[in-house]
């Protein structure tokens, strides 16, 4: 059960981090990104 609800919890993550990364990212273009941020949001790249 508890596994169950880790895996809708990162499925649910997953889907959301595209939609943060570019909602934090695109008003950065004009300034220096902040890699921290978006690495931060990369879910698959911790796996």
């Given at each position: 059960m508890l ?45």
């Amino acid at each position: 059960m508890l596994e169950e609800r880790k895996q809708r919890v990162l499925e649910s993550l997953r889907d959301l981090a595209p939609q943060l990364r570019d909602a934090l990212v695109e008003p950065a273009e004009k300034a220096p990104r902040d890699e921290s941020l978006v690495d931060a949001l990369d879910v698959e790249g911790r796996r």
